[in-house]
T-cell receptor, first 114, second 112 residues
Framework: DAGVIQSPRHEVTEMGQEVTLRCKPISGHNSLFWYRQTMMRGLELLIY????????DSGMPEDRFSAKMPNASFSTLKIQPSEPRDSAVYFC????????????FGNGTRLTVT | GESVGLHLPTLSVQEGDNSIINCAYS??????FIWYKQESGKGPQFIID???NMDKRQGQRVTVLLNKTVKHLSLQIAATQPGDSAVYFCAALGGGNYQLIWGAGTKLIIKP
């Protein structure tokens, strides 16, 4: 199993640009989480999908952030327009609510907004 | 004024010794606990989990102990190796909630 796959690994962009982060969860997993990690605030949950449906997006900081999960094998997190304070490592994690498996994380996308 | 970043507790251990990393949780409804290891530049990696109907679980070189009375969790790593250097997070789930509650993390440093 390749695990959770995120792309790109690194993204450097200028303030105001649109950023799209991508995630391929582990096959067979039905829950997907987007997290953000910074030194200041640690790991923060942004949004949770179950069976491709957004269940809780209360962690999404602003309307500039949006996430989609068009099918069970793909999700995107979009920031438009990006701001320097969005600089962080963004992690995608997947799990199974069927057999209560622990979350498996991708290696993250390190976003730098200048 | 200036805001202060998260201060990660640090544990320094001699190579070959055993490491014990502690974690306290607050929600008595938590019934599932996980330890993750995060190496630099990588995502958190699952190490071991335990459910509240157990008080001890062993894996390869790792043991998790759960004390529900005082809401305390610990991770023991036997014969610590340089590859064990990482930040270790505990996380708790329960009370009908899907959201993991994360500890702040402990940075484990291995002295040669």
């Amino acid at each position: 199993d390749a695990g959770v796959i995120q792309s790109p690994r690194h993204e450097v962009t200028e303030m105001g640009q649109e950023v799209t982060l991508r995630c391929k969860p582990i096959s067979g997993h039905n829950s997907l989480f987007w997290y953000r990690q910074t030194m200041m605030r640690g790991l923060e949950l942004l949004i949770y999908f179950n069976n491709n449906v957004p269940i809780d997006d209360s962690g999404m900081p602003e309307d500039r952030f949006s996430a989609k999960m068009p099918n069970a094998s793909f999700s995107t997190l979009k920031i438009q327009p990006s701001e320097p304070r969005d600089s962080a490592v963004y992690f995608c994690a997947s799990g199974s609510t069927v057999n209560n498996s622990p979350l498996h994380f991708g290696n993250g996308t390190r976003l730098t907004v200048t | 004024g200036e805001s202060v970043g998260l201060h990660l507790p640090t544990l320094s251990v001699q190579e070959g010794d055993n490491s014990i990393i502690n974690c306290a949780y607050s929600n008595s409804a938590s019934d599932y606990f996980i330890w993750y290891k995060q190496e630099s530049g990588k995502g958190p990696q699952f190490i071991i989990d335990i459910r509240s109907n157990m008080d001890k679980r062993q894996g390869q070189r790792v043991t998790v102990l759960l004390n529900k009375t005082v809401k305390h969790l610990s991770l023991q790593i036997a014969a610590t190796q340089p590859g064990d250097s990482a930040v270790y997070f505990c996380a708790a789930l329960g009370g009908g909630n899907y959201q993991l509650i994360w500890g702040a993390g402990t940075k484990l440093i291995i002295k040669p």
